[in-house]
């Protein structure tokens, strides 16, 4: 009895010094208090003022696991849903799981281990710098002076941020394990929402500066994990396709095949190469992507001369945002001059008067990055005919209840009088401007993807006309939600796209080639076939005329 306590206090002691050894060796131990401080800020973690070091370690300590290490514990039920399906996870019965089983199934698939989670913060430039555009980069290394040698190659730029990161916050007098604001100063409001846009973020509504660049802050962790799985998968699809390209179907390619291949992976071809040649370009050029050069890199199949994820990715992302930048100027010819001024008014940026459709539609492309001021009358225009009557009945206004009781109020009517008696609140300010935040805040929260499921044809066909967008001929109810819907977050968060869509095209663009490259594969092998077949038919032949021969001389 005496040995079982005596090795169950051992165990004891044992579980406090590996908990003890662990909290002494967390990232945020070594942090400052102001870094404590912005790190629950970030996180919507109330903390007293004034606090001490000790509490305020204790409350981040309290919440870092549902925000650093299992950030998926706070998601809803259609988000860890849609994860598990991005992960390749079967999702068939999801709809009969409970919220607590889908979160075990995302952590069993999650992007890193705890222990990876752990170690990442002890060192924020290793990885954070990744999830910027070259652009940033060089504006970065332009506002604090860094000499950066030409050409500014990605690699090469990263480096040079790297090298200088401590340095310039110890210079500002600022702490560099959570970094404060400092290390966005050469990026302005609209690059950091766009950072958001590009990344599948939605902009903090209503914000200010430094709330996007909490936002920024705060998921970066997490965009970087999602740039990395997606590079890499590409990456695997690539190697896998050039794993077949064997020399010997290289050798079957014409002259012209294997110029198409070097123009279809940004292979330069100098003039006058020869056929030889080609086929030594299109062999180091399988070496690189396969990992096996010399150095051992597995240079990208854009032809970048970099190992580095971040280029890949970064790569990716531009050709993504381009697209997602496409889409919303071209969604933006279609509004009417109503629409267009409108969203501009959300985002408090002055129209002159008569001010002409191209050139509220160059001002609306101008602002694209743009965030909303914050709540405005013009959020009122997708709300449900029933959140309208919510709203107007609960506003203390008698103008607003009067709309809201009339029979047959058409949804333009309820829209009208919800506009009126927002702006009529924040106008007066006090209780009735905080009641109708709160119900605007509450609504928007309740529709997400349900949004326009509740309403009927002719207000979904009312709506896209205010867009200025034409409704094909035999348009499905589904198929009104659906343009409505994109008419909304065109109008609400500019070029922002949902992440799923962002990275299906990051993985169409990282290593684009291999489409081209499977199916150059499948001639090629015809090719050899046929050669092969041409080879064994001419053998055949042979034989048969040297048997017949034989024959004769018997």
């Not at 981040?60 to 998926?72: A, R, S």
């Not at 909490?214 to 994990?225: G, T």
């Not at 609960?394 to 008696?421: F, H, M, W, Y």
């Not at 065109?490 to 081209?516: C, H, I, M, Q």
Request: some cysteine; glycine content about 6%; hydrophobic content about 35%.
């Amino acid at each position: 009895m005496r040995i079982a306590k005596t090795l169950l206090s051992l165990a004891l002691v044992a579980n406090a010094a590996v908990a003890s050894s662990w909290f002494s060796n967390a990232a945020y131990n070594k942090w400052h208090q102001t870094e404590l401080e912005r790190w629950l800020s970030d996180h919507d973690v109330p903390y007293p003022t004034p606090a001490d070091r000790k509490d305020l370690e204790k409350l981040v300590q309290k919440n870092w696991d549902t925000n650093v290490v299992e950030p998926y514990r706070g998601w809803d039920t259609a988000k860890l849903t849609s994860y598990l399906k991005q992960k390749g996870v079967e999702t068939q019965e999801s709809a009969g799981e409970t919220r607590d089983s889908l979160i075990t199934r995302v952590k069993g698939s999650w992007y890193e281990s705890e222990d990876t989670a752990q170690n990442a913060w002890g060192s924020v430039k290793d990885w954070m710098l990744d999830t910027w555009t070259d652009s940033q980069l060089k504006a970065f290394c332009d506002h604090h002076n860094i000499p950066v040698p030409q050409p500014r190659k990605r690699d090469t730029l990263l480096q040079k941020v790297r090298e200088n990161y401590d340095a310039i916050a110890q210079k500002t007098g600022e702490a560099a394990a959570y970094p404060g604001n400092w290390l966005y100063e050469s990026w302005s409001e609209s690059d950091l929402k766009e950072w958001l846009d590009t990344h599948g973020f939605p902009a903090p509504q209503p914000t200010t500066r430094d709330k996007l660049i909490a936002s920024v802050r705060r998921n970066s962790r997490l965009a970087y994990l999602r740039m990395q799985e997606q590079t890499e998968s590409s990456k695997k699809s690539a190697q896998q396709a050039y794993a077949a390209l064997t020399d010997k179907l290289i050798d079957t390619w014409g002259e012209s095949q294997l110029k198409e291949f070097c123009d279809k992976n940004s292979i330069s071809v100098p003039q006058g190469t020869k056929l030889n040649q080609l086929r030594a370009l299109v062999r180091k050029h399988r070496a690189e992507v396969m990992g096996d050069t010399v150095a051992g890199t597995a240079a990208s199949a854009f032809g970048a001369a970099t190992s580095n994820i971040g280029s890949a990715a970064s790569k990716a992302t531009d050709t993504a945002s381009q697209a997602a930048q496409d889409a919303f100027d071209k969604a933006v010819n279609t509004w009417s001059d109503s629409r267009l001024k409108a969203y501009l008014d959300a985002r408090g940026v002055p129209v002159p008067q008569g001010t002409k459709t191209n050139e509220l539609r160059a001002l609306v492309r101008k602002h694209s990055h743009k965030a909303a001021s914050g709540w405005t009358a013009w959020t009122w225009d997708d709300m449900s005919a029933e959140n309208l009557r919510g709203y107007l009945a609960s506003s203390g206004n008698a103008a607003a209840k009067k709309a809201s009781d009339k029979t047959g109020a058409t949804r333009d009517e309820l829209v009208a009088a919800a506009q009126a008696a927002y702006a009529s609140a924040s106008s007066a300010g006090g209780g009735s401007y905080a009641s109708a935040t709160s119900f605007l805040a509450k609504a928007t929260d309740t529709a997400k993807a349900n949004m326009f499921d509740t309403w009927s044809e002719s207000d979904l066909k009312a709506y896209l006309d205010s867009y200025g967008v034409p409704v094909p001929q035999g348009s499905t109810f589904n198929e009104l939600c659906a343009l409505a819907r994109r008419q909304r977050t065109y109008f609400r968060y500019g070029t922002t796209t949902p992440a799923e869509t962002l990275f299906a095209k990051v993985r169409e663009n990282v290593l684009g080639g291999w489409d081209w490259v499977a199916s150059q594969l499948r001639v090629g092998s015809d090719a050899a076939k046929a050669k092969a077949d041409e080879a064994g038919e001419a053998a055949a032949k042979a034989k048969a005329k040297a048997e017949k021969k034989t024959h004769k001389e018997l």
